[in-house]
Nanobody, 112 residues
Framework: VQLQASGGGLVQAGGSLRLSCAASGSTFSIMGWPRQAPGKQRELVASISSSTAYADSVKSRFTISRDNAKNTIDLQMNSLKPEDTAVYFC???????????WGRGTQVTVSS
């Protein structure tokens, strides 16, 4: 399984960023974006399978989408806040055995 994430960067509070992840090597039941801020536990902010799920902290601001034909997911992040600053990881679970995989993280920094 290979995961290739792109996007991220530095943005001012209130701005937007878009993360993308391309997955290959299998079919996937769940795809999502966990994040980890310094000193905090990893948090699954958005996931998508047959439906979508969001952490309360990002509901109405973040939107996850998936292209099943391409095995890609995107995370559109709007109205970003400094507390959204974290390393964001692409995450998948293989459909055949539910085994999880994490891609390399991409840094998102929101300045106040």
């Amino acid at each position: 399984v290979q995961l290739q994430a792109s996007g991220g960067g530095l943005v001012q509070a209130g701005g937007s960023l878009r993360l993308s992840c391309a997955a290959s090597g299998s079919t996937f039941s769940i795809m999502g974006w966990p994040r980890q801020a310094p000193g905090k536990q990893r948090e699954l902010v958005a996931s998508i399978s047959s439906s979508t799920a969001y952490a309360d902290s990002v509901k109405s601001r973040f939107t996850i989408s998936r292209d099943n034909a391409k095995n890609t997911i995107d995370l559109q992040m709007n109205s970003l806040k400094p507390e959204d600053t974290a390393v964001y990881f692409c995450y998948v679970r293989r459909a055949i055995n539910n085994y999880p995989y994490w891609g390399r993280g991409t840094q998102v920094t929101v300045s106040s």
